[in-house]
């Protein structure tokens, strides 16, 4: 196939309805429709050095053909052209990590300061040591990208309120404590982004099957590592006894992102330099149903001297705007000692700081991102001139 001589001409009217009506044997206003994608697609594609515009430029230098599968062919690499794109696309709406406990392996990005908080409230009755615990809280996570899009800071914490019912051997009492039940600032870094650091499969233009086929690279996910400190200042009922009031934090986080599911795994250590040491699985997975809203579903476990249980965690997160989500959830366990239920409500915002998007070198997704950033900045640059600011 022979190439127009002046590529950067190939959307001039020149190319008409007729034209594409010849190339892909259709009537003249599907022809029209297909005419006006093309424009678009190309508006997209800020790089004339990509696959996606060199496969355009291919498209329109079809000529009249009798051979079906050369129509096919065509037909099928636009639908290539516009998956590569909406997969490419950079989407500047809130990351959060709630309703869920577990910790996504992206951070917030650049100079964007994000809150997530909730309230939720539940009960837990001990049958070991005849408790009924009725218990409200406020959770919370403040995070803030900083210097660059791969670090993340956080502090995370948790105000709670226990009223506390016993009957013990027939000896009944009621008790109350309320304090900062969890507080821990730390860092998140991302060390590996497949998205990123592998390249991205070019379609096969020949073979539907091969486009089908599994990729096993898709199952490498994003990888990040986390460091952190708990703390606690003044007298708090929440820590056992001997328990220090500073303890540092580790975990592993990884991330699968598969279209309209994601996969989290943390595995976390905690209170290193304590006797009792703590160590926690989770396990979240997301599906999106539509633009604005997605469920989930969560196992944790947890496996410690002082406490150890396996909790199921479900709910759902509804985006309003691009910076603003609200989201609920329940939890159960699956012991007596104590059991325990929660149901929770919560909000995440985030005050987006950033005027362009940072990007590192040499990256496939960075190149993405930056190619829409000037897109953007062209777009607002005319949309002033309009106005005649």
Known sequence: MSGPKKRKNIFRPKYTNRTISTVFKTPDNDASNILNLFAKIKRSLQ??????????????????????IMRKTAIFSLFLIIASNLHAQYTETINSNRPGQSQGAFAVGTNVIQLESGLYFGNEEHSGLGTDTDLWGIDYQLRYGLLFENLELNLTGAYESQDIFRNFLG??????????????????YLIFDPYRSLEPDKPNLYSWKANQRFKWKTLIPAVSIYAGANFSLGDNPYLYEGENKFSPKAALITQNNWGRWVLVLNFIADKLTEEFRSYTGIITFTHTLSQNLAIFGEYQTIKSDIYADDILRAGGAYLIGKNFQFDISGLVNFKDTPSKWQVAAGVSYRLDLHKVDEFLEESNEGNKRRQRSRKLSREREETDDGDGN
């Open 171 to 188: 000896t009944t009492s009621e008790g109350k404590i309320s304090n900062f039940r969890a507080n821990t600032i730390g860092a998140k």
């Open 47 to 68: 790089n004339e050095r990509s696959f996606g515009y060199k496969i355009i430029i291919n498209l329109l230098s079809l000529r009249e053909t009798s051979q079906p």
